[in-house]
């Protein structure tokens, strides 16, 4: 095999059935943990398309709508373990993800703030330690669902696949680092619109921009489960520690 296939492999995110339904199973608890908290706070990410659902679903009943999460949660459970895939929620695994998450979280803030210097993101005035971590969590899952899975390997699957003819190694590579660079640049604007959009300013633009390259590059190489973590992980480092 060839540096430049080498290359290329590196970039182009390769999704498989048994690591997908793996890393769905190793956030199960940033999704449950986000939805039973939600309810809770006056705002909810604005990637979750989920929870009015559910709330309506309930009949803005709060137990029955905890008992809807819940269930959720089981379900994918009983679909892991009929599945075969028991063994990917094992308390050994959940620990591994989650030691893997923090250094890169540490990476991250140590990359990002290189770029552009010391920056805090976060609402005005700090957050609660409840509100900040059930914010953190949301984040974590639902805008690594949309940048990262959705936009970065879905969209991007479909817009190689139209426009590279014949691709050579280097064209993918180009293709793709291209990509990731336009979907972080779409994942920090993101932030900057909408009713609890952050006002906009260069310095934050460029460290959220950084922030979704370090995102991207752990998703394409390690897959969703650490990207989520990573995420979750560093915001809550960010708003509550």
């Given at each position: 095999?060839?540096?430049?296939?080498?290359?290329?492999?590196?970039?182009?995110?390769?999704?498989?059935?048994?690591?997908?339904?793996?890393?769905?199973?190793?956030?199960?608890?940033?999704?449950?943990?986000?939805?039973?908290?939600?309810?809770?706070?006056?705002?909810?990410?604005?990637?979750?398309?989920?929870?009015?659902?559910?709330?309506?679903?309930?009949?803005?009943?709060?137990?029955?709508?905890?008992?809807?999460?819940?269930?959720?949660?089981?379900?994918?459970?009983?679909?892991?373990?009929?599945?075969?895939?028991?063994?990917?929620?094992?308390?050994?695994?959940?620990?591994?993800?989650?030691?893997?998450?923090?250094?890169?979280?540490?990476?991250?803030?140590?990359?990002?703030?290189?770029?552009?210097?010391?920056?805090?993101?976060?609402?005005?005035?700090?957050?609660?330690?409840?509100?900040?971590?059930?914010?953190?969590?949301?984040?974590?899952?639902?805008?690594?669902?949309v940048?990262?899975?959705?936009i970065?390997?879905?969209?991007?699957?479909?817009?190689?696949?139209?426009?590279?003819?014949?691709?050579?190694?280097?064209?993918?590579?180009?293709?793709?680092?291209?990509?990731?660079?336009?979907?972080?640049?779409?994942?920090?604007?993101?932030h900057?619109?909408?009713?609890?959009?952050?006002?906009?300013?260069?310095r934050?633009?460029?460290?959220?921009?950084?922030?979704?390259?370090?995102?991207?590059?752990?998703?394409?190489?390690?897959?969703?489960?650490?990207?989520?973590?990573?995420?979750?992980?560093?915001?809550?480092?960010?708003?509550?520690?």
């Amino acid at each position: 095999m060839s540096a430049e296939t080498q290359g290329a492999e590196l970039v182009v995110p390769k999704v498989h059935r048994e690591n997908a339904w793996t890393d769905l199973g190793l956030t199960l608890p940033v999704f449950v943990g986000y939805h039973l908290g939600v309810v809770f706070l006056p705002v909810r990410n604005a990637a979750d398309l989920l929870t009015q659902s559910l709330i309506e679903l309930a009949d803005h009943d709060l137990w029955l709508y905890s008992g809807l999460t819940v269930t959720v949660g089981l379900t994918f459970t009983a679909v892991l373990w009929m599945l075969g895939r028991g063994q990917a929620l094992r308390w050994q695994r959940f620990v591994g993800v989650g030691l893997e998450a923090i250094v890169y979280a540490i990476a991250l803030r140590v990359v990002a703030s290189s770029v552009v210097g010391g920056l805090r993101l976060g609402p005005e005035g700090g957050t609660g330690l409840f509100s900040g971590l059930v914010v953190s969590l949301g984040a974590g899952f639902y805008e690594e669902l949309v940048f990262r899975v959705g936009i970065y390997a879905l969209l991007g699957r479909v817009l190689s696949l139209a426009t590279i003819v014949n691709p050579l190694p280097w064209k993918r590579v180009l293709f793709w680092l291209g990509w990731a660079t336009f979907s972080a640049a779409l994942f920090s604007a993101w932030h900057h619109f909408g009713e609890l959009g952050e006002p906009f300013t260069l310095r934050a633009f460029v460290f959220r921009w950084v922030s979704g390259l370090v995102f991207t590059a752990i998703f394409a190489l390690r897959g969703f489960a650490p990207v989520v973590w990573t995420h979750a992980l560093y915001d809550i480092w960010v708003l509550v520690l």
